[in-house]
């Protein structure tokens, strides 16, 4: 393709260091692209996520995608509404980068090392949630800011600890900071995180086919279909904070012979005693061809479990 492809990126380190990525990959390919930065009213804003709502960080790059300024678009997938987007397509889901949770803390200190009372910094009503659920007698401190703006409440001694997504702070190189990162088995990572989508025109089917053919991962698409699923299933039905987790995995068949095939973990809060919060989890296997169903699935089972009873918690799906 001879043309110059426009790709619009919201300007913040973490979102330029993505988009980053994906021009590298291109430019690899023989493609000339320029970066061109959007101003989000989630860049303009200091209010919770959950106030000024989904979708707060993607809708200025769809508007200029759809009105011809740019011709790609990278998101980090988790901040993507689960509805399509009229006129847009999602082109490539590019190899995921490790989509767990990380701790920062003072002093080195891991989750279980912090003493009772310690502050930790969050604003993901999915980690408060979580780290509630554990019952370590942790004080959780809502926070907004750039991943150096968090890091800095730690340094400066105002928090004890934040939690961050493992593969944003790799992606701007902070990774040396990081002093433990957070097993699923106590926190599931948000539906998608760690992952990029990659969205073009529609009408752009030279560029769909580009993108889809130089980044697209199939492995990693199947895993986020299956927790975008979970979450989109879960929105209907619920309120409550969601965590998410597919892998694709070697399993056997009836016949012995080994096939692929792709496991989901899937958790949702639910009110406990007083002001304490239990997260009900539940297990799901499927054929990779069935990811979307298993998704829908899972949901129906941790809906069936008691999710969604917890009220005022904001959006799902940070």
């Known amino acids: 393709m001879t043309r110059t492809i426009r790709i619009g990126t919201r300007g913040s380190k973490l979102a330029l260091a993505q988009t980053g990525t994906i021009a590298d990959a291109l430019r690899k390919a023989g493609q000339e692209v320029e970066l061109v930065t959007v101003s989000t009213a989630g860049d303009r804003s200091s209010a919770p996520i959950p106030t000024i709502g989904v979708g707060v960080f993607t809708s200025a790059l769809r508007d200029a995608l759809l009105a011809e300024e740019v011709d790609v678009i990278v998101h980090s997938y988790k901040d993507l509404p689960t509805a399509p987007h009229e006129g847009i397509v999602l082109a490539a889901v590019p190899l995921r980068e490790d989509p767990r949770d990380a701790l920062i803390a003072r002093d080195g200190l891991t989750l279980g090392e912090l003493p ?3 502050r930790v910094g969050t604003g993901s009503p999915r980690r408060t949630a979580q780290l509630r659920a554990l019952g370590l007698g942790l004080e959780i ?4 800011g750039n991943i150096d703006t968090r890091m800095r409440k730690v340094t400066d001694g105002e928090l004890d600890a934040v939690v961050l997504a493992r593969a944003g702070l790799v992606r701007i190189g902070r990774g040396d900071a990081i002093t433990e990162t957070l097993d699923p088995i106590q926190m599931l ?3 998608a995180q760690g992952a990029l989508a990659v969205e073009c025109r529609a009408t752009d089917v030279d560029v ?3 993108l889809h053919a130089t980044l697209d991962d199939e492995t990693t698409r199947a895993a986020v279909t299956a927790e975008r699923a979970l979450l989109a299933a879960l929105e209907a039905g619920c309120s409550a904070p969601v965590g998410a987790l597919a892998e694709v995995v070697e399993d056997l068949d009836a016949d012995g012979a080994i096939v692929v ?10 009110e406990g005693e007083g002001d304490e919060v239990d997260m009900v989890r539940a297990i799901a296997l499927a054929d990779l061809a069935d990811a979307e169903q298993l998704g829908r699935t899972l949901a ?12 005022g918690t904001g959006s799902t799906n940070q």
């Open 116 to 118: 009772a009372g310690s």
């Open 300 to 311: 129906a089972e941790l809906l069936d479990l008691g999710a969604g009873a917890l009220s």
């Open 208 to 210: 769909e086919h580009l």
């Open 141 to 144: 401190v809502p926070i907004r």
């Open 261 to 270: 095939r792709i496991s989901l973990r899937g958790t949702a809060a639910v």
């Open 189 to 191: 990572p948000a539906p």
